[in-house]
């Protein structure tokens, strides 16, 4: 077992295992440089700016309380899937008039023709319908960001899932050379970015103000994970077992 070979180090496993390690260290770096690149593109619009920033953060999370959810959502991610600019401003001039029910008509198919393959009500991506005035109302109301049942929901699957992998990574670092001192302290650290992370998108949700929160979770987990993934690689490839380095 791997915990049998913790005196002797990664560099003296059997090439098989070192192979076998090195390519779910390799695939587990690859899927979080993918899952940054999600979340850069999940929340980088939402100001309408390029790039991430604290305002994006604190749309996503917060809300951007001077306008309604379905304002905000047009206004970042979903402008690029109007069909015109035109009818991207008819929307916005329904929207800013009060978007009254009288006028829904001028607006439903411009709907259809630009929204309605995702939010069809018998689609509804992410839950979000816009076939009716009825379907529509919901989020005619003020922004306040991720809803409770959604962050709920988020941050159920993401501790569930990133703890699970996080335990691989520090067993694999546990059977390191490494000081022992340096393995309890990153172990620790990196269970602790992930209350790190989730807690600042709960508090980024109480105000504005912790928006900088979600971007400190998040840089503090990645530089666990990528301590996690290279410390590993290198003593299974680089690093001089004790009795090489004794014999030299």
């Known amino acids: 077992m791997l915990w049998k070979h913790e005196v002797e180090g990664l560099q003296n496993l059997p090439i098989s295992r070192k192979i076998a390690m090195t390519i779910f260290l390799c695939v587990t770096a690859v899927g979080y440089v993918f899952g940054f690149?999600?979340?850069?593109?999940?929340?980088?619009?939402?100001?309408?700016?390029?790039g991430i920033s604290l305002k994006d953060i604190t749309i996503a999370f917060y809300g951007a309380r001077e306008k309604t959810a379905l304002e905000t959502s047009i206004d970042s991610s979903m402008?690029?899937?109007?069909?015109?600019?035109?009818?991207?401003?008819?929307?916005?001039?329904?929207?800013?008039?009060g978007a009254k029910e009288a006028e829904f008509e001028t607006i439903k198919p411009i709907f259809d023709q630009s929204c309605n393959s995702c939010h069809a009500s018998e689609v509804r991506v992410a839950d979000v319908a816009l076939e009716t005035y009825e379907d529509t109302?919901?989020?005619?109301a003020q922004d306040t960001?991720?809803?409770?049942?959604?962050?709920?929901?988020i941050s159920h699957t993401h501790i569930l899932a990133i703890v699970v992998v996080v335990f691989i990574l520090v067993s694999i670092l546990c059977a390191t050379t490494y000081p022992q001192a340096l393995k309890v302290t990153l172990c620790a650290w990196s269970y602790f970015t992930i209350v790190l992370d989730v807690g600042g998108w709960w508090l980024a949700k109480l105000s504005p103000s912790f928006s900088f929160m979600v971007i400190l979770g998040g840089a503090s987990?990645?530089?666990?994970?990528?301590?996690?993934?290279?410390?590993?690689?290198?003593?299974?490839?680089?690093?001089?077992?004790?009795?090489?380095?004794?014999?030299?």
């Open 137 to 140: 109302e919901p989020w005619l």
């Open 145 to 153: 960001g991720k809803s409770i049942p959604r962050l709920v929901a």
């Open 79 to 97: 402008r690029v899937y109007f069909s015109s600019e035109a009818d991207y401003n008819t929307v916005k001039s329904w929207l800013s008039d």
């Open 37 to 50: 690149f999600n979340i850069l593109l999940s929340y980088a619009a939402n100001d309408g700016e390029s």
């Open 221 to 248: 987990m990645g530089t666990a994970w990528a301590l996690l993934i290279a410390l590993p690689l290198y003593e299974l490839w680089f690093k001089k077992s004790p009795e090489t380095a004794d014999a030299e």
